[in-house]
């Protein structure tokens, strides 16, 4: 899959705060409300096969790029579209689950990410066939 580069500024996740800075306080009330729904692979998966249609400019950008950890990505951006939460308070989340809790929030990943590339690949060859 080659790589699609979009600016910034475009990107759905930039719009939305996912890499804002909170206060102290902030933090500190977030944390544990970041932990309770990471940890919860229900909430967050459907969250995160939200975002995978929802987003459709930052997941390109980033899902065909090769370089970075995809589930992580699907799932901070998730967190941000249902939450709220920054990308670094949902990292900070996701050290305090236990292995339980993560491998079935990487499963949930996986699905948002299949069902991403099935539905981006589907798009792009009916684009192709379009033109030729």
């Known amino acids: 899959m080659k790589q699609i580069f979009h600016p910034y500024w475009d990107w759905e996740d930039y719009k939305a705060g996912m890499w804002n800075k909170l206060t102290s306080q ?31 400019i ?9 370089s970075i950890n995809h589930k992580a990505f699907v ?19 996701w050290k305090l689950l236990n292995d339980d809790k993560q491998y079935l929030a990487n499963r949930a990943a996986e699905k948002a990410i299949e069902k991403w590339k099935v539905g981006y690949l589907s798009r792009r060859k009916q684009c192709q066939l379009f033109y030729e």
């Open 26 to 56: 902030e933090e500190l009330r977030l944390l544990p409300l970041a932990v309770e729904f990471t940890g919860d692979h229900f909430m967050y998966g459907n969250a995160m096969m939200r975002v995978v249609v929802e987003w459709p």
């Open 58 to 66: 930052t997941m390109e950008h980033n899902l065909t790029n090769p």
């Open 75 to 93: 799932g901070h951006c998730a967190a941000c579209l249902d939450r709220g939460y920054p990308e670094y308070l949902t990292r900070a989340a």
